[in-house]
């Protein structure tokens, strides 16, 4: 299986992405992506700065990736995702994954999104109105990995 | 000599990203024992345990961990990916 695990700071071109990804594969018949995009619940969002761990952020995701492999048929993984300031709008990170089978496909999205919501090494800052705040983790995001 | 990193708001409160400590701690929790004792930013940082989680040599672990071999522990608030 092919897996590609991207860490960057700039913008990423989700069309690009989605159109190479598994491109010239016509042994998988079903090709899933999911794309995070920063949020304004309130309206009052200025921005939001993501921090990472270098070293261990690669290696979690690339982990996590294996981790979908191993549970289910998949051809190709991708995931990007960002660091660095972003605005309302922007897109955070995107997966990827293709399988033979399309459920396959959206189990394996569903589960790289949960586990890398709480295990991969990113923290999210929020500035509204001038006032900064760490993203605290989610409950629900810890009592998802139950799931699998 | 271990590295110790620091992310989020545990390295605001400590005031730096990463420091390097000549340290004999045999497990993780024995190192925050010795930070906490150094100074209140580290005491205030460490304060609440269940707010944190450990890496060590950038693999998520337990405050239990053995630091034999060890060279690089990160200390930080639970993950917000995605």
Known sequence: MAVRIVVQEPPFDFGAEAEAFAAGRTDLGAVVTFTGVVRDVTGALDGMAIEHYPGMTEKALESIARDAESRWSLGEVLVIHRYGQMAPGDRIMMVATASPHRKDAFEAAEYLMDYLKSRAPFWKKETAGGAQSWVAAKDEDESALKRW | MID??????????IGL?????DSAAATVADLVAEL?????????AFSDLSALRVAVDQELTDFDAPLAGAREVAFFPPMTGG
């Open chain 2, 4 to 13: 110790v990193l620091y992310f989020a708001w545990v390295r605001e409160r």
């Open chain 2, 36 to 44: 906490r004792a150094r100074e209140e930013r580290y005491e205030v």
């Open chain 2, 17 to 21: 990203p990463k420091e390097r400590i």
